[in-house]
């Protein structure tokens, strides 16, 4: 019998390719979406710190730039002028009008306190480097239907047109009559200068009295920066910043810039000593009448408030700022609070009734006004 041989033939088996199931997919989309939620809200909150301290820091430095330049002002307040011819009222006329811009008085450091908690203004006098206003005796006065020659101690520094004030320090309620300076011409004293009547600075109906048997000194006024710091705000929305103004004499015009951004509030004090004891015992907004009170001023006390500029969703700020002056030197002002054992002074916030989303830095330095004391 014949053997057959064969294979075996198998029927080919059935691979079926197995997928993600419905339920499968649905986990890994909803398990990414909580992953992508989970990512957003890390971010979100990585960014907000990030503003919010860069914007702490940006009102850090914008502050501590503002205060070191009202106190750099400060300390230079008075550099030419004398203690002894501080406190006048200044008088001048231009073609027969008042003159606007000038200050009231001439005074180193002037404060203007602002209104209903309003930021206050401060204004400094003080000589330039290449200008010093020296206070100069007049020796001898000279007069005639034309003008007046005044012989002084010295002529340093005076040109001609330069705007000049005339000081009678015996006098304290007396006016320091600005007048516009002309150098004589050749011939006449070396030391003298001239005010020549004519209808713009120096009308003859205005010409001062002057008595050389007691001291009586010329300052020349063109010499002066004359400099106001202020808060400026230009309405809604707006960036609060310090503001800066520089006054000339001559054209009576002021050069506007502004300084730093993120500044509400600015607030001042007068320091005086007023019983000569060389420790500042009064702290006041109120400017002096007198030569003598002016005499009295010895420091100037300055706080700055810097506010971010990053509103925050939650309410940061408890609580409105004071500034706390303490209890050791007596403070006169109807602004201040009594803070437990210490004075207290509100501060601006920089208006509006959300300012409780922003944060805030408070700057405080006493600055001694060293040219106003230094000199007699």
């Known amino acids: 019998m014949m053997k057959t041989t064969g294979r075996r033939t198998r029927a080919p088996s059935r691979q079926t390719v197995q997928g993600f199931t419905l339920v499968e997919f649905l986990v890994g989309a909803g398990l990414g979406l909580?992953?992508?939620?989970?990512?957003?809200?890390v971010l979100a909150s990585a960014e907000k710190n990030k503003r919010s301290s860069s914007s702490g820091a940006d009102a850090d430095v914008a502050g501590s730039l503002a205060i070191f330049e009202l106190e750099r002002a400060v300390k230079n307040a008075g550099y030419g002028l004398s203690a002894s011819t501080s406190g006048c009222a200044l008088t001048a006329t231009f073609n027969g009008l008042a003159v606007p811009g000038i200050p009231t008085k001439l005074a180193s450091v002037q404060i203007?306190?602002?209104?209903?908690?309003?930021p206050d203004q401060l204004r400094v006098l003080t000589g330039s480097p290449a200008r010093i206003p020296l206070p100069m005796q007049i020796k001898a006065v000279t007069s005639d239907a034309f003008g007046s020659t005044y012989g002084l101690s010295s002529r340093l520094g005076v040109i001609n047109n330069d705007?000049?004030?005339?000081?009678?320090?015996?006098?304290?309620?007396?006016?320091c009559?600005?007048?516009?300076?002309?150098?004589?011409?050749?011939?006449?004293?070396?030391?003298?200068?001239?005010?020549?009547?004519?209808?713009?600075?120096?009308?003859?109906?205005?010409?001062?009295?002057?008595?050389?048997?007691?001291?009586?000194?010329?300052?020349?006024?063109?010499?002066?920066?004359d400099t106001t710091f202020s808060i400026a705000n230009t309405g809604q929305g707006k960036q609060h910043r310090l503001h800066r103004a520089e006054f000339d004499w001559l054209t009576l015009a002021s050069s506007e810039q502004d300084l730093h951004a993120g500044i509400v509030d600015l607030r001042a004090y007068y320091g005086l000593d007023t019983n000569n004891d060389q420790t500042v015992d009064v702290y006041t907004k109120e400017a002096q009448t007198t030569?003598?009170?002016?005499?009295?001023?010895?420091?100037?006390?300055?706080?700055?408030?810097?506010?971010?500029?990053?509103?925050?969703?939650?309410?940061?700020?408890?609580?409105?700022?004071?500034?706390?002056?303490?209890?050791?030197?007596?403070?006169?002002?109807?602004?201040?609070k009594d803070c437990e054992d210490d004075h207290c002074v509100?501060?601006?916030?920089?208006?509006?009734?959300?300012?409780?989303?922003?944060?805030?830095?408070l700057f405080d330095v006493v600055v001694p006004v060293r040219n106003h004391v230094w000199t007699p």
Do not use: C
């Open 34 to 41: 909580v992953s992508m939620v989970l990512i957003a809200t």
């Open 346 to 361: 509100p501060l601006n916030t920089g208006g509006g009734t959300d300012w409780r989303h922003y944060r805030y830095k």
């Open 112 to 118: 203007r306190a602002g209104a209903a908690g309003a």
């Open 291 to 336: 030569t003598a009170g002016w005499q009295q001023l010895r420091t100037v006390r300055l706080a700055l408030l810097a506010r971010s500029a990053h509103f925050e969703k939650e309410q940061v700020t408890a609580t409105a700022p004071l500034w706390n002056l303490g209890r050791a030197v007596e403070v006169k002002g109807a602004d201040v």
């Open 163 to 175: 705007l000049m004030a005339v000081v009678i320090p015996s006098d304290p309620q007396s006016s």
């Open 177 to 225: 009559v600005l007048f516009q300076a002309t150098l004589p011409t050749s011939g006449a004293a070396t030391n003298a200068i001239q005010r020549v009547n004519d209808t713009k600075w120096n009308l003859r109906t205005q010409a001062p009295s002057v008595d050389v048997s007691k001291p009586v000194y010329v300052i020349n006024l063109t010499g002066l920066q």
